[in-house]
């Protein structure tokens, strides 16, 4: 639905999985039977950011997961590193095993290569930016034959395969960052800008532009991915979604 309310997110984001991650570090489950794989365990994830446009202390963008994976990592006894990927590449590590867990929205092209949790740990909301005289957009239906705005380097969970397809009809203008999009939808430069609820909103809260509504494309759940091919998968991943769930304790962090 339309909403002419930006409101600042993610800093609940952030707080609510460090408050999360501080109630997981009082959590005790039994480790009795439990024993951990020796292979060191890569973590793959995205090397441009849905939750933030801020970057770390490296210059890359910021990704909360990480400190998730700490804890959850930490708790299993399971060595592990991270490494950031450009989304067809950190697709393809997964597929071939080079690279053995992430946490992505489910997608079918991994459905054969990796196990997915049955409950998410993190959700968050794609969204259409658009003045108020524009017409809403309900479903991704919706932008056949519009002129929208989005930024490279995201697969918008599938969704930039119907952008693409010259079926639909869409006047793509592609950007290299969030507050570009923004700028080029304020100067009138195409009708709609689709991005990802927490950077857009710390983009507009530095920045508010009279009159933008958006509305809800999607929600898109995060799960933890595991690759098949890592030893005793199964196990593992029930044992980490098992972990993961006590830390979030029923608080799911959303990019909201």
């Not at 693409?164 to 203008?173: G, H, L, V």
Request: glycine share 6%; aromatic share 8%.
């Amino acid at each position: 639905m339309g909403n002419n309310m930006i409101l600042p997110a993610m800093g609940r984001w952030v707080a609510g999985i460090l408050t999360a991650l501080a109630m997981g570090s009082t959590i005790c489950l039994s480790d009795t039977a439990w024993a951990s794989p020796a292979r060191m365990l890569e973590y793959a994830y995205p090397d441009q950011s849905i939750w933030t446009t801020r970057l770390d202390k490296n210059g890359e963008p910021d990704n909360p997961l990480l400190r998730l994976a700490e804890s959850i990592f930490t708790k299993a006894g399971i060595p592990w590193r991270g490494k950031s990927y450009p989304a067809a590449r950190l697709f393809n590590n997964l597929q071939d095993g080079t690279a053995d867990f992430s946490m992505l929205v489910k997608s079918a092209n991994l459905e054969a290569c990796c196990l997915a949790s049955h409950k998410p740990v993190a959700s968050t909301e794609l969204r259409a930016y658009r003045r108020s005289d524009t017409p809403p957009i309900r479903a991704r239906e919706d932008l056949a034959g519009k002129d929208i705005i989005t930024i490279h380097g995201y697969t918008y969970a599938g969704l930039l395969s119907f952008i693409k397809d010259q079926a639909n009809k869409i006047n793509n203008n592609g950007t290299v960052s969030h507050d570009s999009a923004f700028t080029m939808l304020e100067h009138g430069r195409a009708d709609y800008v689709l991005d990802y609820a927490g950077p857009a909103t710390e983009i507009l809260a530095a920045h508010p532009i009279k009159g933008l509504e958006y509305d809800v494309i999607d929600r898109l759940d995060v799960h933890l991915i595991l690759a098949r091919s890592y030893p005793d998968a199964e196990a593992v991943m029930a044992r980490l979604e098992a972990i993961a769930q006590s830390v979030l304790s029923e608080k799911i962090p959303t990019g909201k």
